[in-house]
Nanobody, 116 residues
Framework: QVQLVESGGGLVQPGGSLRLSCAAS????????MNWFRQAPGKQRELVAV???????NYADSVKGRFTISRDNAKNTVYLQMNSLKPEDTAVYYC??????????WGQGTQVTVSS
């Protein structure tokens, strides 16, 4: 069993920045893709960014050039640096660990609100 705990959400003005953190209860980055999803009110959950065990990253088109996913293996923590935030980035952000043929895990979510 793995616990994922997100932190770092909050209220920020348009154009501002936030850094989300996702702390895993044990070392899993060598096996799992680590993903950030988000879900806005009335919308489906969408994949925002992923980092693979090999360190390959990928992003949704809507956040390319503004968001950066990274990880600290020693701290078992994944980060999502969000810059140039827009009101449409407002959502609950979820950390997810996913791998083939093994159970996946979700964090509890952290609210990000972009508003003036």
């Amino acid at each position: 069993q793995v616990q994922l705990v997100e932190s770092g959400g909050g209220l920020v003005q348009p154009g501002g920045s936030l850094r989300l953190s996702c702390a895993a209860s044990r070392s899993i980055f060598g096996i799992y893709d680590m993903n950030w999803f988000r879900q806005a009110p009335g919308k489906q959950r969408e994949l925002v960014a992923v980092i693979t065990p090999g360190g390959i990253t990928n992003y949704a088109d809507s956040v390319k050039g503004r968001f950066t996913i990274s990880r600290d293996n020693a701290k078992n923590t994944v980060y999502l640096q969000m810059n140039s935030l827009k009101p449409e980035d407002t959502a609950v952000y979820y950390c997810n660990a996913r791998a083939v043929a093994v159970p996946g895990y979700w964090g509890q979510g952290t609210q990000v609100t972009v508003s003036s």
